[in-house]
């Protein structure tokens, strides 16, 4: 197994959080179960008592002002996942522990931890998933046009009876495309704006990857570029795809050798993205071995691309109804079906270590609300712009999570995600999307 390297540490410009919501964060991570059962008083006491133990093993911090200790979430995930693997910290154990309970939650009856059950084997259920979007217009001027952009779910192939139900500001003229609803009106002068949208959909993920597509010349050409956003088929990935893939012909055995090069060489943890070579990004990736989901699924991309292997990156939502988050997985092109592949195969598998598990995720997925299919359908919001230096925290907000993203500089939001779903019947104001 080979060695973890420690994680890249930044510098006070980064160290911005403050302890209260780092505490919500390790929380979330450690006990989303019980915070959604309502108890939060043992997993906030133990999510605290966690971030002093890291502090006196060596996690960096920063003081404002008043003395109170701020933090940088990047380095707080990274140490976590450090310490636990090498130190033998006991919370990585529990996060990983808590990540399966949550995966095998959408299988009926009690599946044993250790062997889990098929994720094909997942029945056809109903969801209701509710995103309020709170986006930060405060530099805008009364009266002039916004363009606000929501996320929606895509037809991968495993949804149906999908149903929309929005909540828009007066005004508003809306338009529909795969993938996100777009939202103009004019700025009513205030600081921020919410939009909301509630939707409803039957998921069933063992009809996902059952149709066949025929690939033409043009989209062949599509999902084998060399240069796709942060996809970058730089030199050191290919010398790598080579090195992987050498001696193989079967595509599957060769995309096989990639995902255990993700799980056995490569930590997911997160990233600054302004850390990355905006030339090679995956090149950093390489360099540190840690990345996120979405880098993670870039590189799984990027080396089945200069395999000659079709492949692309998507996002969406989990659907596990106490950690709804955004996530990022990849899909390769085998055998004439679009194959899914998932990189938090590694963190249920121990870091690589728990064999049943590893496979998990190998070419198929369980609930999840996909809203990207790069670079086709996206939905990136035109009308937010991220800051030079910025930080992401997840904590709990009544049934569901809040995902805010802030600029480090002058602590003020950017946007704002509210994620909750539910499982069950939709909402009787719903309509066909």
């Given amino acids: 197994m080979p060695v973890l390297r420690p994680p890249l540490l930044t510098d006070a410009r980064r160290r911005v959080a403050d302890e209260a919501s780092i505490v919500a964060l390790v929380a979330l991570y450690g006990w989303a179960i019980e915070l959604r059962r309502g108890e939060r008083e043992r997993p906030e006491r133990e999510a605290r008592e966690a971030l002093d133990r890291w502090v006196a093993l060596g996690l960096p911090f920063a003081r404002d002002a008043g003395g109170a200790r701020r933090f940088d979430p990047v380095e707080v995930i990274g140490f976590y996942k450090y310490t636990g693997r090498v130190l033998g910290d006991p919370f990585l154990a529990l996060a990983m522990a808590q990540s399966r309970a949550l995966v095998l939650g959408f299988h009926d009856g009690t599946p044993s931890a250790r062997s889990p059950p098929r994720v094909d084997t997942l029945g056809r259920t109903r969801f209701c998933v509710s995103l309020e979007r709170t986006f930060d217009i405060a530099r805008g001027t009364r009266g002039n046009p916004l363009l606000l952009r929501v996320p929606l779910p895509v037809d991968d192939g495993t949804l149906d009876g999908v149903t929309v139900d929005p909540t828009l500001p007066a005004d508003a003229k809306v338009e529909y495309s795969p993938g996100r609803l777009d939202v103009r009106l004019p700025h009513p002068g205030t600081a921020t704006i919410p939009i909301g949208v509630r939707v409803s959909f ?51 055995a060769i995309i096989r050798r990639f995902v255990d090069y993700l799980i056995d060489d490569i930590t997911i943890g997160a990233v600054h993205y302004d850390r990355l070579d905006r030339g090679a990004p995956l090149d950093t990736v390489l360099e540190s071995g840690w990345c996120d989901c979405q880098m993670a699924s870039a590189l799984f991309v990027a080396l089945c691309r200069a395999s000659g292997i079709p492949a692309r990156l998507v996002s969406g939502y989990l659907l596990t109804p106490a950690t709804p988050a955004g996530h990022y997985w990849a899909e390769a092109w085998i055998d004439g079906a679009w194959r899914p592949f998932d990189s938090s195969a590694a963190d249920l598998a121990a870091g690589g270590r728990d064999a049943a598990w590893r496979d998990y995720y190998f070419g198929r997925l369980d609930h999840r609300m996909t809203t990207q299919i790069l670079p086709r359908v996206f939905n990136l919001a035109p009308s937010v712009r991220l800051p030079p230096l910025w930080h992401t925290l997840q904590g709990v907000d009544g049934d569901g999570i809040a995902q805010s993203t802030f600029d480090d500089a002058t602590g003020a939001l950017v946007f704002r995600d509210r994620i909750a779903v539910q499982r069950g019947e939709p909402s009787v104001n719903a309509t066909p999307l």
Wanted: glycine residues 10%; hydrophobic residues 40%.
């Fill in 202 to 252: 039957w998921s069933d993920p063992s009809r996902r990857g059952g149709e066949r597509v025929a690939l033409d010349a043009a989209e062949a050409s599509l999902y084998t570029r060399a240069s796709e956003g942060l996809v970058k088929v730089s030199d050191r990935v290919t010398a790598l795809a080579a090195r992987l893939a050498a001696g193989g012909h079967d595509p599957l």
